[in-house]
């Protein structure tokens, strides 16, 4: 059983809205965590796009906060993603991730990733 | 933002050397510095995290120092299966903030 897992569209046609999933086993979405999305575009590093706690309460990169929205089911154990407008410059591996205080918000746990491609 | 900056970008070297990663912040964050080690096509595993602490599981021969801005990743004997990218991050502020990768190459 994969701890995280993301789901979503492989492929989104420019200015619509990406939308991914993030499925949560072997814990509660409820728990004490950030959940984080990071995406990684072909070739290049990291790049954090936001975080949401058990709460509700959000923290978004501001180089895409005009864009971006997170929220959680906690009913379902998911946490989601909403990308709007989309380009090319989008294309990217989305991750899931949680992060604890305990480590100093670290990166404990990851998704295995997910292509997204946005191409007409 | 805060900018990680990491050195080098990519380094060959052979089965058994010890190699030397830094990671330098472009302000003080404390000890909110964490290490992943990335092979093509996963997703990043943490190593170490708070600067220094080995992350459960991760074998002894990584280890981590410094804190403020300045920080190193260090393989004590680079074995075949070290071969990947490795990222610095900062979680001292949002947004958070990734190093651009030290690639390890097989010399």
């Known amino acids: 059983q994969v701890p995280l897992q993301e789901s979503g569209p492989g492929l989104v046609k420019p200015s619509e809205t990406l939308s991914l999933t993030c499925a949560v086993s072997?814990?509660?979405?409820?728990?004490?965590?950030?959940w984080s999305w990071v995406r990684q575009s072909p070739g290049k590093g990291l790049e954090w796009i936001g975080e949401i706690y058990h709460s509700g309460s959000t923290n978004y990169n501001p180089s895409l906060k005009s864009r971006v929205t997170m929220s959680l089911d906690k009913s379902k154990n998911q946490f989601f993603l909403k990308l709007t407008s989309v380009t090319a410059a989008d294309t990217a591996v989305y991750y899931c991730?949680?992060?604890?205080?305990?480590?100093?918000?670290?990166?404990?746990?990851w998704g295995q990733g997910t292509l997204v491609t946005v191409s007409s | 933002d805060i900018q990680m900056t990491q050195s080098p970008s990519s380094l060959s070297a052979f089965v058994g050397d010890r190699v030397t990663i830094t990671c330098r912040a472009s302000?003080?964050?404390?000890?909110?510095l964490h290490w992943y080690q990335q092979k093509p096509g996963k997703a990043p595993k943490l190593l170490i995290y708070a600067a220094s602490s080995l992350h459960s599981g991760v074998p002894s021969k990584f280890s981590g120092s410094g804190s403020g801005t300045d920080f190193t990743l260090t393989i004590s004997s680079l074995q075949p299966e070290d071969f990947a990218t490795y990222y610095c991050q900062q979680t001292y502020n949002t947004p958070l903030t990734f190093g651009g990768g030290t690639n390890v190459e097989i010399k």
């Open positions: 072997g814990g509660s979405i409820g728990s004490s965590y950030w």
């Open positions: 991730a949680r992060s604890s205080t305990s480590c100093y918000t670290c990166f404990q746990q």
């Open positions: 302000q003080s964050i404390s000890g909110y």
